[in-house]
């Protein structure tokens, strides 16, 4: 079953009145209105600037999909600002082929990145009601580098470009990918290699960050280590 907590009284533990529950569909069970797949995705769920939650479950969908997205507003503040969720009012808005990981940014957008190296979409992007805008296509034996991704982990403004979201990927290629917040393919980054800053490992954290004056930057894993990498040529 689903459940959310909320720590009405501010003393960091959990009581039975600060938790909701909500009934669910066996996972890959059919799913129907009204009802509540498990809420499981691999690499995390999204969280928009509103606080909003972006949820996922596995369930088979009509028209070959499955997983139902969700979303889950705060129904209320306690007097210390914390936010008060009830998860039997979770909405469903989208679904989609594959859901590893999900990331809603600051346009109110929802990422969804698939597995690597399977059929799942490898990443898709839906507008704040569930359109979906665009999607990547995956591969079960993808090549070197075609696109995979555990989850965009990073968002960007670049000039002349726009929104640009960033993801990685803990298995597959390794690869970092940027994309355009319209769904145009940018480029991928870091080397075919296991030696220095900018070498890809397995298993490795790798996120972004943009300065204040604009400039973006990879902080790669890589091997054993946090390695800040300055992003050019876009």
């Avoid at 070498?199 to 054993?224: C, H, K, M, V």
């Amino acid at each position: 079953d689903n459940f959310a907590w909320s720590d009405r009284n501010g003393d960091g533990l959990v009581q039975p009145e600060e938790v909701t529950w909500s009934k669910t569909i066996f996972r890959g069970d059919r799913y129907a209105p009204g009802k509540q797949p498990e809420f499981l995705v691999g690499w995390g769920h999204g969280c928009d600037p509103e606080l909003n939650l972006v949820l996922s479950g596995i369930c088979k969908v009509e028209g070959g999909d499955d997983n139902a997205l969700f979303r889950l507003a705060p129904t209320g503040w306690t007097d210390a600002g914390v936010p008060l969720f009830d998860v039997t009012r979770a909405t469903p808005f989208a679904t989609a082929r594959g859901a590893n990981g999900l990331y809603a940014d600051v346009h109110g957008n929802v990422f969804v990145a698939g597995a690597e190296d399977s059929k799942a979409d490898a990443l898709t992007c839906f507008d704040h009601n569930g359109k979906r805008l665009w999607r990547i296509a995956g591969k079960e034996k993808p090549r070197a580098k075609d696109v995979v991704a555990s989850n965009v982990i990073g968002e960007l403004e670049i000039p002349g470009i726009g929104p640009v979201v960033g993801t990685w990927a803990w298995h597959g290629n390794y690869r970092p990918y940027l994309v355009s917040g319209d769904g145009l393919y940018i480029g991928t980054l870091l080397d075919d290699t296991k030696l220095g800053p900018a070498s890809l490992w397995d298993e490795s954290w790798r996120f972004y960050y943009q300065a204040p004056d604009g400039t973006p930057y990879l902080i790669n894993g890589a091997n054993d280590a946090q390695h800040i990498l300055k992003i050019t040529g876009l």
